[in-house]
C-alpha cells in the first residue's frame, strides 16, 4: 500500500527555476527519505530526514519535514535539465529496512 | 565500493515460467531488500533479509519468495509467472547504523511476461 502522496504529479519549468515536491504521509515514521529516478531505472537516494529534525540541506537540496502536519517538501534550487526526473518520497515506520514509497512527482526541466 | 548489483538487467518469460533474479549489496552491508517497480501499483516492498533470515514481508503471494546466502547476495523467485507480474524489481542494500538507514538500490532487473 502507498504511504506517501507526492503533489504534483508533474512539474514543468525552466532551467534556472526552483522546484518544490510536497509529500504526504500516514503514519508515524522514524524518518523520511527522498529518492531520484531516471526513466525508469534504479533509484538515487538524495536525502535522509529524521523524525526529529525539520530541515535539512544537501547541495542544491533543501527538504523540510512537518511531523504534525505528517508532510514533508523537496525543493530543488536553480533547477537544471539533468534534474528531469520522477522524485519519490519514502517513509520508514519501523526498525526494519522497509520504505513505503509515494506515487512520485515527474519533473521536466527544460533549457 | 561498488555498488548494488543485480543480474539480469532484462528478462523475458512466459507465462506459467519461473524466474530467479539476483542481487549483490554493497560490500558489508547485510540487509537487502526487494520491491517491485509497476506503472499501476508503482513501487512496494516485497521482503527484506538480513543475515540470512527474512525480517519484513510485504503482501504479496506466496508464488513470491527469497532468500540471502552467507555472503549477504541475495535472490528473488517468481514462480508460475503471471501477466501481471510484469515489472521492474528492484533491490536495495542497507548499512545498518542504528535504525536511521539509507538503503542504496540497484539498477533493477525489468520482467516482461507473455
Known amino acids: 500500500s502507498q504511504q506517501g502522496e507526492e503533489d504534483p504529479q508533474a512539474l514543468s519549468i525552466q532551467e534556472g527555476e526552483n522546484a518544490t515536491m510536497n509529500c504526504s504521509y500516514k503514519?508515524?515514521?522514524?524518518?523520511l527519505q527522498w529518492y531520484r529516478q531516471n526513466s525508469g531505472r534504479g533509484l538515487v537516494h538524495l536525502i535522509l530526514?529524521?523524525?526529529?529534525?525539520r530541515e535539512k540541506h544537501s547541495g542544491r537540496l533543501r527538504v523540510t519535514l512537518d511531523t504534525s502536519k505528517k508532510s514533508s517538501s523537496l525543493l530543488i534550487t536553480a533547477s537544471r535539465a539533468a534534474d528531469t526526473a520522477s522524485y519519490f518520497c519514502?517513509?520508514?515506520?519501523?526498525?526494519?529496512?522497509?520504505?513505503?514509497f509515494g506515487k512520485g512527482t515527474m519533473l521536466l526541466v527544460s533549457p | 565500493k561498488a555498488g548494488v548489483t543485480q543480474t539480469p538487467r532484462y528478462l523475458i518469460k512466459t507465462r506459467g515460467q519461473q524466474v530467479t533474479l539476483s542481487c549483490s549489496p554493497i560490500?558489508?552491508?547485510?540487509?537487502v531488500s526487494w520491491y517491485q517497480q509497476t506503472p499501476g501499483q508503482g513501487l512496494q516492498f516485497l521482503f527484506e533479509?538480513?543475515?540470512?533470515?527474512?525480517?519484513n514481508k510485504g503482501n504479496f503471494p506466496g508464488r513470491f519468495s527469497g532468500r540471502q546466502f552467507s555472503n549477504s547476495r541475495s535472490e528473488m523467485n517468481v514462480s508460475t509467472l503471471e501477466l501481471g507480474d510484469s515489472a521492474l524489481y528492484l533491490c536495495?542494500?542497507?548499512?545498518?547504523?542504528?535504525?536511521?538507514?539509507?538503503?542504496?538500490f540497484g539498477p533493477g532487473t525489468r520482467l516482461l511476461v507473455l
Open positions: 536495495a542494500s542497507t548499512d545498518l547504523k542504528g535504525f536511521q538507514e539509507t538503503q542504496y
Open positions: 503514519t508515524s515514521i522514524n524518518n
Open positions: 530526514i529524521r523524525s526529529n529534525e
Open positions: 519514502a517513509t520508514a515506520n519501523s526498525g526494519y529496512s522497509t520504505l513505503t
Open positions: 560490500s558489508g552491508h547485510r540487509s
Open positions: 533479509y538480513f543475515s540470512e533470515t527474512q525480517r
